[in-house]
């Protein structure tokens, strides 16, 4: 790998930029596998699978059983995959681009992120999966995850604006603050989700859109449950309002309509999902492939709301300069 060894800018990125563009959306990719396999983990009640850490019954290979295997597998990807990729994706960034700002305090958010990751691990894994632990667990790994997709956002379009720019004369465009709310809200609903798991309401409410054919229901386990899906109606309500401005506003780049429309896509697919889970009785797959949606919304959301800050014209300048 060839790196140019002087620091730089975007505008400037030498040698270097190709290898970030390609290095930072593979460890976004990876990433992303790694929280989809942690759910894995979490709906075959795999966690203890391995009682101790970090190794596994006390050796370095898991036994040959399933939950031993699905644990093992999470921490293997964790430590010898997105561990790697993260540190090269650092490391591009400090030696050639200390500059860029923008690129910098994601990519060092992104490694205190990463140790915390790691040690509420172990924790949850020697505590014996304490609720609370498991849902800050997921809270760290989706933060990381679009601390990453910040950085390969700006990697192929340039550095963000401090605010959205507009026509003299013209209304400010309110679409980058409604995305980026509408991406801290999508991580709340993650956030409330995992809650339902960790204080076992999962199957609390056993039919849809109602709860037992109430509105709202008795008990606190349906509560929560029914909670989760009023916060789910109420972030989804306003999360298609955004996109569709995205979407519908000619005058944005490709890159944030196409984006609009995988975040309404993708949101309106966990929605099914999530309400095919609940009538068809919780199976496993339905509910690793909710969780892998939500996932998959708030990473796509993150990044549809850092590219509608990227300045216009950007990624020509980043582009040209990579090839010159």
Not at 46 to 61: A, I, M, T
Not at 183 to 206: D, F, P, Q, R, W
Not at 284 to 292: C, E, G
Request: contains cysteine; charged residues 10%; hydrophobic residues 55%.
């Amino acid at each position: 790998m060839v790196i140019s060894q002087s620091t730089g800018t975007l505008a400037q990125p030498g040698k270097s930029h190709t290898w970030l563009k390609s290095i930072s959306l593979t460890t976004v990719l990876a990433v992303f596998a790694l929280v989809v396999l942690g759910g894995v983990v979490r709906v075959t009640e795999s966690g203890l699978g391995c009682p101790d850490w970090p190794l596994c019954h006390g050796k370095l290979f898991p036994p040959l059983e399933f939950t031993a295997i699905v644990e093992y597998s999470h921490r293997f990807v964790a430590s010898a995959i997105v561990s790697p990729l993260i540190l090269v994706t650092v490391g591009i960034v400090w030696f050639a681009y200390r500059k860029e700002r923008w690129l910098t305090i994601p990519s060092v958010l992104a490694v205190v992120l990463l140790v915390i990751q790691a040690l509420l691990g172990g924790v949850t894994v020697l505590q014996e999966l304490p609720g609370e632990i498991v849902a800050a667990h997921l809270a760290v790994a989706e933060a990381l995850l679009a601390c990453l997709v910040l950085i390969a956002v700006v990697a192929f379009k340039g550095p963000l604006a401090g605010h959205s720019e507009h026509s003299v004369g013209s209304p400010p465009d309110r679409f980058p603050k409604l995305a980026l709310i509408s991406a801290v809200a999508v991580y709340i609903l993650i956030l409330s989700g995992s809650y339902v798991t960790a204080s076992g309401a999962t199957a609390a409410c056993v039919t849809w859109p109602l709860c037992q054919g109430e509105i709202f229901p008795q008990g606190l386990p349906a509560a929560i449950h029914m909670g989760h899906r009023y916060v789910a109606l109420i972030v989804g309500v306003f999360l298609l309002y955004s996109v569709h401005l995205g979407i519908r506003g000619k005058h944005r780049s490709l890159d944030v309509r196409l984006l609009s429309m995988a975040v309404a896509a993708l949101f309106v697919v966990q929605i099914a999902v999530g309400a095919a889970t609940i009538l068809l009785g919780f199976p496993i797959h339905l509910i690793a492939l909710h969780l892998a949606l939500g996932s998959a919304v708030w990473a796509t959301i993150a990044a549809t709301a850092f590219v509608s800050r990227t300045r216009p014209g950007n990624a020509e300048v980043v582009n040209q300069g990579a090839t010159s």
